[in-house]
């Protein structure tokens, strides 16, 4: 499929909405992505004809549901260049991934005074699980910031790495200033294991594990173009023979009785209880339809986005871009002098931009900038030129409100 941006837009239903009497732009798939109407369809397809619960029944609809759900471990292995699919964990998105490393892979192993290695841009999901085992472990924290430009070089990173360092946990594209860690490099050039949170950057990138050389890569169904509660983790199949369960139910087992239980192999291992079938259903078709767009495709005209944006918000002399890295994604955090954050949200919603506006679950990065919130435009594949000069319209008329 050749990517052409009438049709990709005809694709997705709610981008014929007006808000406020305009056209809505949707400049905030950083927080959330709109759904296509082929992840609409699948749900409702298997909602009103083909849903049961899945690895439990031998009846039609059952064996059926498992088919579908089990179908999409593939295809996310396939979409992350996975050798095997059984390295694919099923998630209810990247918090949860993220999770699961702290819990079932680092709490086992790491001692007091053992260090993790995290970097300034981090989102909250690949923060706080650390702040949990330094509370309750005396594990360490080691910080890397970004550089003036809000680059983060590998160089730098691997730099921090110490004696006692025991897992670097690194954003691929921060959902802030929309910088991309070369984490390939961070990854070739340690022996220490690597944890990559890809939220944001598997969704505007070409993503192959194996080339990248991670340990673990995290992503979220809902930033994906697929339905929130959906998610996955690749884990490399010498990291999974590491790891303890991380919930206890049904289907993570193979026997229990009074007084033993045994576990089930991986991925199964660390999937307790009912999943979220129907929401892994709706991601599979998401990926899949990414896939027929072909993801350079995708990247390609992002950049053009990112370029065109850039150019047009940086003649804005009273607008402050924070963090403007080489070949970024195409996300700006900006802030304008004389006005909140809320305020700039609230006034281009009144013309039908939607931005975010806060701290965006990064308040180590606000911190770094000495902001207390910033307004967020993230663009995404169905968005236009015309829309980046919708958004700097409207940033204009706040100008003229405040300045």
């Not at 199949?237 to 192999?265: C, K, N, T």
């Amino acid at each position: 499929m050749s990517f052409d941006i009438d049709k990709v837009r005809a694709d997705f239903p709610i981008l014929s909405t007006q808000v406020n009497g305009r056209p809505l732009v949707y400049l905030d798939s950083g927080a959330s992505a709109q759904k296509p109407q082929v992840v609409i369809d699948a749900i409702s397809r298997v909602y009103a004809g083909e849903y049961a619960n899945v690895h439990r029944g031998l009846h039609y609809l059952s064996n059926l549901a498992t088919d579908r759900y089990e179908a999409v471990r593939g295809i996310i292995a396939r979409f992350l260049g996975a050798r095997d699919e059984n390295e694919v964990v099923f998630t209810s998105g990247a918090t949860e991934g993220l999770n699961l490393v702290s819990y079932a892979w680092a709490a086992p192993r790491l001692q007091p005074g053992d260090e993790i290695l995290l970097s300034v841009l981090e989102h909250h999901a690949n923060i706080v699980p650390w702040h949990f085992l330094r509370e309750r472990q005396g594990v360490v924290l080691r910080w890397v910031e970004p550089e003036p430009d809000g680059s983060l070089p590998a160089d730098k990173v691997l730099a921090a790495v110490g004696p006692r360092t025991r897992l670097i946990a690194i954003t691929h594209m921060s959902n802030v200033t929309g910088t991309v860690v070369d984490v390939g490099a961070i990854a070739r050039g340690t022996d220490v294991p690597v944890l990559v949170d890809g939220s944001q950057a598997a969704v505007h990138m070409p993503v192959d594990v194996q080339a990248l050389g991670c340990d673990f890569y995290v992503i979220t169904g809902h930033k994906l173009y697929g339905p929130s509660g959906s998610g996955a983790i690749w884990v490399r199949s010498e990291r999974q023979a590491e790891m303890r369960p991380f919930l206890g139910g049904g289907d993570m087992i193979r026997e229990v009785s009074r007084d033993a239980v045994s576990y089930a192999d991986p991925p199964l291992r660390f999937e307790a209880g009912t999943p979220g079938i129907v929401n892994q259903i709706g991601l599979g078709v998401a990926l899949d339809y990414l896939m027929a767009l072909g993801m350079d495709n995708i990247a390609a005209h992002e950049a053009g986005l990112r370029d065109y944006a850039n150019e047009r918000l940086s003649a804005l002399n009273w607008l402050d871009i924070q963090g403007n890295a080489p070949d970024k994604g195409a996300i700006f955090s900006m802030t304008m002098r004389g006005a909140h954050a809320h305020d700039i949200a609230t006034i281009l919603d009144q013309r039908g931009v939607a931005v975010r506006a806060g701290t965006h679950c990064a308040m180590p990065l606000m911190q770094h900038y000495g902001l207390a919130a910033s307004a967020r435009a993230s663009f995404a594949m169905y968005n236009t030129r015309s829309e980046v000069d919708a958004l700097v319209d409207g940033l204009s008329f706040c100008h003229e409100l405040f300045g």
